[in-house]
């Protein structure tokens, strides 16, 4: 009898594994914590206000009807997204989570023999798709912790199927203006497939905003990422979306699962989109977040990347070791040598309780405190 590694795809054993920031309840078990509201997690760049109230009262009302399938086609949710965006239902697309739609991106355009182009320090997701679909990553040096779009735009090849840009980027919270990315478009290829990744895009203030929206209703060969999971507060129930010329769009719905966005997530993905309030509310707890970060930090002689989101690289030496030593202390965070930057950490910002508490305990582990 073959073995089951035999009988794999001889890609499929080599495909590196995403490391999610860890849960609440597994550190407690773990270390032994009695109660796991001990603990706080800043590792995955989540709403620390909750999900929008009247996307919580969606979900109470939806529980009821949970032994039916969804509308498979999500129809109000595309109306709805459609309307909020200015672009036509027919050019929006759901899935479970902004990384399903990055996964059917890689089913429909990516092979072996294709490659993408994305910065080095990027959402690691768009590599793990690459290599699952058998294509070549160029990863390109960022310059200063932001995207390089000339030298991105420079590393394309003839057999570039996707540049992914994520704006603004995670893991180091900066973006790229309006001007850059307009010169950039001006000068990538047609036959090329932009990605811009926008699953914070919320979270800025409306001065910061830029618009990629725009080329998509020109018909640019462009997909525009979001998602419900950042700045809504719903990454629990797994739904964001895809914007994108028409073609695209069918394209990607022949590869998806029927059912692929539940009903619960639909619900609540429309009543969140209409809180406004909620969103006000988590814009303002963002930036006075950062501020208590950035004021922590310069206590602590720590550097950091000044970041226009929800969470902050810093750099604390050994990251990984400072890591665990915050896990001790109950605080949740992420390693980044995954990212190739093995001295820093990156932290979500939380409520003000729990950034104080973070500080407290960064202060303990670096030895830098008072
Ligand atoms: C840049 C970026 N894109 C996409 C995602 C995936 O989000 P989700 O699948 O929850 O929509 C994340 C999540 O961390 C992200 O940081």
């Not at 499929?12 to 914590?33: S, T």
């Not at 090329?192 to 060969?221: H, K, M, P, S, T």
């Not at 990212?339 to 950034?355: S, V, W």
Request: hydrophobic content about 45%.
């Amino acid at each position: 009898m073959k073995s089951f590694a035999e009988l794999a795809n001889p890609w499929a054993e080599d495909l590196m594994v995403y490391e999610p920031g860890r849960p609440i309840e597994e550190v407690a078990r773990e270390l032994g914590f009695e109660d796991a509201a001990e603990i706080i997690k800043l590792a995955s760049n989540e709403n620390a206000l909750g999900p929008s109230p009247l996307a919580v009262e969606a979900m109470r009302d939806a529980a009821l009807a949970m032994h039916l399938y969804p509308d498979g086609g999500t129809h109000y949710l595309r109306q709805d997204i459609a309307a909020h965006l200015d672009v036509d239902p027919a050019q929006v697309l759901p899935g479970t989570g902004s990384n399903e739609l990055i996964e059917l991106l890689g089913h429909v355009f990516l092979r072996e023999g294709t490659n993408i182009v994305m910065s080095e320090q990027a959402f690691v997701v768009y590599r793990l798709v690459a290599s699952a679909s058998r294509a070549e990553t160029i990863a390109v040096p960022m310059t200063d912790f932001r995207h390089d779009l000339e030298a991105m735009r420079a590393a394309i090849t003839p057999e570039t199927q996707i540049v992914f840009v994520a704006n603004p980027n995670n893991p180091t919270g900066t973006m790229v203006s309006q001007e850059e990315i307009d010169r950039f478009m001006d000068a990538v290829p047609d036959d090329v497939i932009v990605c811009f990744d926008e699953a914070y895009v919320e979270l800025l203030d409306d001065a910061d905003q830029v618009d990629v929206l725009q080329y998509v209703r020109a018909g640019r060969n462009v997909v525009v990422l979001r998602t419900f999971s950042k700045a809504y507060g719903l990454a629990g129930l797994r739904v964001g979306y895809a914007v994108a010329p028409e073609p695209c769009i069918a394209l990607l719905n022949r590869v998806r699962q029927p059912f692929n966005v539940t009903a619960m997530a639909q619900l609540a993905a429309r009543a969140a989109l209409g809180d406004e309030g909620h969103i006000a509310q988590t814009r303002q707890m963002v930036r006075d977040g950062i501020v208590q970060f950035e004021a922590g930090f310069k206590a602590l002689g720590l550097p950091w990347v000044p970041t226009v989101v929800n969470f902050v690289l810093v750099e604390v030496g050994a990251g990984r070791e400072k890591f665990v030593a915050l896990q001790k202390e109950g605080v949740i965070t992420r390693p980044m040598d995954g990212y190739g930057l093995p001295d820093h950490i990156r932290i979500t910002i939380g409520t003000r309780e729990e950034n104080e508490r973070c500080l407290a305990a960064l202060a303990r582990v670096t030895g830098k405190g008072q």
